[in-house]
């Protein structure tokens, strides 16, 4: 009722008031007029959010799909630099253009730059803490566009660290042994990528710096099970403050356990001393600060990043390369030697990491010309038609025909490469520094087997990561391949100034200057491969087979092979063939005497006629299988330790780098000026990589007799746990029936190896060159290296690194006189080497299957005159300075059959205080040693079991130390192997 009577009343007022009807029109527009003005401002606000919102909801997609893009190129950026040190342009451009997945209705511009040139940084947090990188910044960003037109902007720093493997005082990929040492106190950072087992000697171990292990710290048990020194506690590790603490046995991370407990964590590799975790680790360990670890995260070279399943050794092994309009490479595919194709050809990050690879000079030889490298003609087996290598047993110009009795000079009839001349001096307008032609006769071994070499200088483009060479085997062979006759042999047509290299401790000014001296002009004098010589310096070889003959006393007694007495200039030049008196025999019965009799005077007798041969030496570890002499047939040497040799003479190599010889080579092909000094490539030095193969049937550069385990006389047939050295479960054991017999035993098809059973006359092992794939390399005259320290421009430094796959034997001083003072107690500092600081302290490695330290003493002739008595080759103090990397042998658990000798150590590798191999009796002499000490692989050629201390060496005092100048980078060696360590900080949005 009110309702409706208000309705009415109002209704009645408007009605009844007709003075107002004109007003309340206006007034109804003009709140028409608001209300309209109020909708088309809600709606036009409701547009304008509404375009906001879509904007903003299209940015942010826009921002998602940036953020897609800038993850994809970090995870691009981080595959390729993880693993490669030096990408090349293609493959940075692969990351600024790769594609975003799963994103479409955008545009991307992605951009890659190096922001900052190299510098040097000390990493916090990581594994590698504490550490030096070679740092670089990149700016990694992306611009996302949607269709619209929407735009985002995103950018990332990637700090790219590489850590050099040489800041590791020691770096083991498998297990670290340390046991009963003398005292032990290297220095530096020690780790392991699997465990270390630690038993200290009466005197003690020390670690000054931070011991880590991927494994665990075994203190309880030696890698043999012996248990023998558990109580040794006499470990030192530094605390945070640099204070010595001591680690007890009972320390360990792992100790003892039974065989077949449940606690056992080694259950699954019974090749492990049964061991129990520790409880108590973690806090036992706490006193150190950090500077114990264990269980850590592995560090991986580049090849393991790339393939975990690649074995380390590969870094030393020859390239595989598929065949251009050049040449191509062989390779051993599965036991079948093939050409190698793109399935098969070395990966980009195998490619790079190949020592074979690196800027320097690459030195191979091999059976025949096809397994020389980029010489295979990449159709099955067969040899490109053009020039490739030489042939050192061929026909005198080394293109490869074996000589027949057709020509009509008679010294063209025998076997043996004859090098080019060389220019005596700058001003000289001919050729008339002739070396020593290649005897030919020896260095050929029979069967279808050939000797060939090929020296090459390598670079790589750092564009695209294209490996090149140029042939440099007939230019660099004319240096020389003969060590050159000492003044006890006086060849009657040899005349011309010797090379002075000064002694092992004072090296002469003429081989330390750092500009070009003038060069020398005795045949063989500037040789740097050495082939072959004229005398074996040392007492008498027993001359059982009348191979040689003995002279003199002292340091002027030698051993040379006098073919003939009696000899006129006339009857040499005519072989002769009538009017000599026979004396040493030919081991090959061959011509050698038509082309390689040298006329001479020996011990103050003229008309003798001697005959280079090849450089041979014996080495008691490989020979023997049980440190026992009383097991050799006396009077021999086994053919297993009988090396053939390629001698590199450092100091003629250092010449040849420096330019005493820039001129003086004959014109060629590749080198129509003549080869310089400046066309061997560098990147901080050179690498000068040797491969030698002759003898390795099935060119897999493995020597195949891992069959080292055995009772009398060895050689049992059975695959042993610790004789699989490439770990391909069968026991490569392909030994040849007989001396004489080019036929194998059964069920070997390609023949490489003897029998330790097998032996012969010591003069006849040392004369004749090795038919079985027994070669090694040896560094001469090594006290001064190739290259220089710049001390005003660090960055002009140049080092020298030597690499091979086979085993390396130094010989003498190596890169260092001496030491100022040896203290009582501990070791000698890095800063005690001499040279140091000055121009000729050279940053240095060598890098190969195995490393054999030779005394100052060593001279070859004791080594076959007492092959199996240790106390006659003594050695004297010896100084060696350069970072190493090589293989050791396995160890295992010691089982029967063992390798025989004295002591606990059976079934062991040595131990890193071991790792350098020895030969000789060093008891109470020094190896002073400065360097890194570096295993990332099981010995495949140099393999024979660790033995000590009868008849193969005794160790010397271990003046040892990390040297320190390794962790400045301006000094690391060329070739040094790289961690890669990526490092990404978050992303910014950087547009307006």
């Not at 909708?39 to 904007?55: C, D, Q, T, W, Y």
Request: glycine share 10%; hydrophobic share 30%; proline share 5%.
């Amino acid at each position: 009722m009110k309702r409706s009577e208000i309705g009415r009343s109002h209704n009645n007022g408007l009605k009844n008031d007709p003075g107002q009807k004109g007003s309340a029109i206006v007034i109804s527009l003009f709140v028409l007029a608001l209300i309209t003005v109020f909708v088309a401002l809600a709606l036009s606000r409701s547009s304008a959010e509404a375009a906001a919102s879509g904007n903003e909801s299209a940015e942010g997609r826009t921002f998602y799909a940036a953020q897609g893009s800038l993850e994809t190129m970090t995870r691009n950026f981080n595959k390729v630099f993880e693993v490669k040190l030096n990408p090349t342009t293609t493959e940075l451009d692969a990351v600024r253009n790769g594609t975003v997945a799963g994103l479409t209705g955008y545009t991307f511009t992605q951009e890659l730059d190096q922001t900052s040139t190299r510098s040097n940084v000390v990493l916090s947090g990581g594994p590698f803490a504490g550490l030096y990188a070679i740092r670089d910044n990149w700016r990694l960003r992306t611009t996302a566009t949607n269709n619209i037109g929407v735009q985002v902007q995103l950018t990332r720093n990637v700090l790219n660290n590489r850590i050099p493997i040489f800041q590791f005082g020691i770096f083991y990929d498998d297990d670290l042994e340390l046991f009963r040492p003398p005292r032990f106190s290297f220095g530096g950072r020690v780790h392991s990528n699997r465990n270390f087992f630690l038993s200290p000697g009466s005197e003690g171990v020390y670690f000054n710096s931070r011991v880590t292990t991927v494994g665990h710290i075994v203190t309880q048990s030696w890698r043999n099970w012996s248990t023998s020194d558990s109580g040794n506690d006499e470990t030192y590790i530094k605390n945070a403050s640099g204070v010595d603490q001591q680690l007890l046995p009972t320390m360990g991370s792992v100790l003892n356990t039974t065989v077949g407990a449940a606690n056992n964590i080694f259950a699954a590799d019974p090749t492990m001393p049964p061991s129990r975790l520790n409880t108590s680790f973690t806090t036992q360990s706490s006193i150190f600060d950090g500077n114990l670890q264990n269980l850590v995260k592995p560090l991986k070279l580049p090849i393991k990043i790339d393939s975990d399943t690649t074995d380390l050794i590969e870094m030393i092994k020859r390239p595989k390369k598929i065949a251009d309009s050049s040449g191509g490479d062989l390779w051993n595919n599965g036991g079948t030697l093939a050409p190698v194709v793109a399935a098969t050809a070395d990966s980009d990050i195998l490619k790079e990491e190949r020592f074979a690879n690196k800027a320097g000079i690459r030195i191979s030889l091999a059976d025949s010309k096809a397994k020389l490298p980029g010489c295979a003609s990449g159709t099955g087996t067969t040899a490109i038609t053009g020039p490739c290598g030489v042939r050192l047993d061929g026909y005198k110009d080394g293109t490869g025909p074996v000589p027949t009795p057709s020509p009509s000079a008679t010294p063209d009839r025998a076997r043996g490469y004859q090098p080019k001349g060389m220019k005596l001096n700058s001003a000289a307008s001919t050729y008339a520094y002739v070396p020593t032609r290649a005897n030919g006769e020896r260095l050929y071994t029979g069967g279808t087997r050939e000797v060939w070499i090929k020296v090459e200088t390598v670079d790589s483009n750092a564009g695209t990561g294209v490996i090149t060479t140029r042939d440099i085997t007939e230019d660099f062979l004319s240096l020389g391949i003969t060590e050159a006759a000492s003044t006890n042999i006086a060849i009657t047509t040899y005349s011309g100034t010797r090379a002075d290299n000064g002694t092992a401790t004072s090296p002469s000014a003429n081989i330390t200057a750092t500009s070009a001296q003038t060069a020398t002009t005795y045949p063989d004098s500037r040789s740097v491969i050495k082939l072959q010589r004229f005398e074996i310096f040392g007492p008498a070889i027993p001359n059982t087979g009348n191979y040689l003959y003995s002279y003199g006393s002292g340091t002027s007694a030698i051993n040379v092979v006098r073919r003939y007495s009696g000899v006129t200039a006339a009857e040499a030049a005519a072989g002769c063939a009538s009017g000599c008196t026979a004396r040493n025999i030919n081991p090959n019965t061959g011509l050698e005497q038509y082309a390689h009799l040298y006329r001479a005077t020996l011990n103050g007798t003229a008309d003798e006629a001697v005959v280079p041969f090849p450089i041979e030496m014996f080495d008691s570890r490989e020979g023997e299988y049980y440190d026992d002499a009383s097991r050799y047939t006396s009077g021999q040497v086994t053919q297993n330790g009988t090396m053939s040799m390629i001698d590199i003479d450092v100091a003629n190599l250092r010449r040849f780098l420096r330019g005493d010889f820039d001129g003086l080579f004959q014109p060629s092909t590749n080198f129509p000026s003549g080869l310089r000094s400046t066309d061997v490539p560098n990147r901080q030095g050179w690498v000068m990589y040797v491969s030698d193969r002759r003898g390795d049937a099935d060119f897999d550069g493995q020597y195949d007799m891992e069959d080292v385990y055995g009772g009398s006389p060895g050689n049992d047939g059975v695959l042993q746990a610790n004789e699989d050295v490439n770990g391909n479960g069968v026991l490569d054991a392909k030994y040849y029936s007989s001396d004489t017999s080019e036929s194998c035993i059964s069920p070997a098809t390609t023949c490489e190896a003897a029998k330790y059973s097998s032996s012969i006359t010591p003069d006849y092992a040392a004369v004749d060159d090795q038919k079985y794939f027994r070669r090694g390399v040896r560094l001469i005259n090594g006290t001064t290296i190739p290259g220089i320290y710049d001390t005003a421009t660090p960055s002009n430094t140049r080092g020298f690194t030597f690499a091979s796959e086979n085993g390396v034997y130094v010989r003498g001083n190596y890169n260092a006189t001496g030491v100022n003072s040896v203290p009582s107690t501990g070791n000698s500092a890095y800063s005690e080497y001499r040279p140091f600081n000055t121009s000729m302290h050279i940053p240095a490695s060598v890098v190969a299957d195995a490393v054999t330290i030779l005394s100052n003493s060593w001279n070859d002739a004791e080594s076959f005159a007492t092959p199996y008595d240790a106390d006659s080759r003594v050695a004297s103090n010896t100084t060696v300075r350069f970072a190493m990397i090589a293989g050791d042998t396995l160890a295992n658990r010691d089982l029967s059959p063992g390798q025989g000798g004295s002591g606990p150590w059976q079934s062991l590798n040595g131990g890193v205080h071991n790792f350098k191999r020895y030969l000789e009796t060093w008891s109470g002499q020094r190896l002073d040693f400065s360097g890194s000490l570096v295993n990332l692989f099981v010995s495949q050629n140099n393999n024979g079991t660790f033995k000590c201390c009868n008849t193969v060496y005794n160790p010397p005092f271990r003046n040892w130390v990390f040297d320190s100048t390794f962790l400045d980078p301006d000094r690391l060696p060329p070739g040094t192997p790289y961690f890669q360590y990526i490092q990404t900080t978050g992303f910014q949005k950087t547009n307006n």
